[in-house]
Nanobody
Framework: QVQLVESGGGLVQPGGSLRLSCSAS????????VGWFRQAPGKEREAVSSISSSDGTIYYADSVKARFTVSRDYDKNTAYLQMNSLKPEDTAVYYC????????????????????????WGRGTQVTVSS
C-alpha cells in the first residue's frame, strides 16, 4: 500500500525550530520528486519547498527562503523539512507529496510547485507557531 506519512509537527514559539519528516512506504521515492506544501485555515494550499528525484534541484517559496531547508535520505526513503526561525504566519497544516520524475530535465519551478504534478500525498501534520 502506497503511503506517505508526515511527522514532526507541533506547537513552537516564534523563533523556534521544527523538523518535519515524510516517510514513504509501498514505493521507492528514488524516482519521485518531493514537494512540501502547507495550508492555513481559509487559505489555499501553497508550495513551500521541493527537491528533485536525483539531481538535487531545490526550490523554496520566497516566504521561507533562508529559514527552511529541504533534504532527503534515499536509504531511509524519507524526506525532511527543517524549519528555523519560525513565525506565526508559518502556522498551517504541512503536507508532503511525491511526483514521478524518472529524469530531471525540463522541470522548472512551476512544475515542482504545482499540486497537480503530485500523485501521492500525506495526510499532513499541524505546525502551530505561537507564544
Amino acid at each position: 500500500q502506497v503511503q506517505l506519512v508526515e511527522s514532526g509537527g507541533g506547537l513552537v514559539q516564534p523563533g523556534g525550530s521544527l523538523r518535519l519528516s515524510c516517510s514513504a512506504s509501498g514505493f521507492s521515492m528514488s524516482y519521485y520528486a518531493v514537494g512540501w506544501f502547507r495550508q492555513a485555515p481559509g487559505k489555499e494550499r501553497e508550495a513551500v519547498s521541493s527537491i528533485s528525484s536525483s539531481d538535487g534541484t531545490i526550490y523554496y517559496a520566497d516566504s521561507v527562503k533562508a529559514r527552511f531547508t529541504v533534504s532527503r535520505d534515499y536509504d531511509k526513503n524519507t524526506a525532511y523539512l527543517q524549519m528555523n526561525s519560525l513565525k506565526p504566519e508559518d502556522t498551517a497544516v504541512y503536507y508532503c507529496a511525491a511526483a514521478p520524475q524518472f529524469n530531471t530535465r525540463g522541470f522548472g519551478r512551476d512544475w515542482y510547485f504545482n499540486v497537480q504534478s503530485y500523485d501521492y500525498w500525506g495526510r499532513g501534520t499541524q505546525v502551530t507557531v505561537s507564544s
